[in-house]
């Protein structure tokens, strides 16, 4: 996983962007799927390294910015405030992986 420090807050369309979401989407990177294999397998490994706290973090944004104020094209923007090496395939996908990400962070509690 990625052992970067974690950075600083950012802002995006008014909303704080929390580190967690920016160090969750820094660990995905060329070579996750050739680690995790599967795109679910890759957001369980890397939010398995992430404290209650931080989970919850995730949690929060994520169900704020996935409560349809925002169009696809503005959440591909969002990941890309996070600098990640992987973009699922459009604005659309992009969305599908939060959404998944959403389900996966209920998952784990």
Avoid at 31 to 39: A, C, N, Q, Y
Avoid at 53 to 71: I, P
């Amino acid at each position: 996983m990625n052992l970067s420090p974690p950075p600083d807050d950012v802002r995006w369309r008014g909303f704080l962007v929390p580190k967690e979401f920016v160090c969750f989407g820094m660990n995905f990177h060329q070579d996750i799927f050739l680690i995790s294999g599967t795109t679910d397998q890759a957001i369980v490994d890397v939010l398995g390294n992430f404290d209650e706290r931080e989970r919850t973090a995730m949690k929060t944004f994520l169900s704020n910015v996935l409560d349809g104020r925002f169009s696809n094209a503005e959440l591909k923007g969002l990941w890309g405030v996070a600098k990640p090496q992987v973009g699922f395939g459009g604005a659309k996908g992009v969305r599908e992986f939060l959404e998944r990400t959403l389900k996966h962070l209920y998952d784990l509690g």
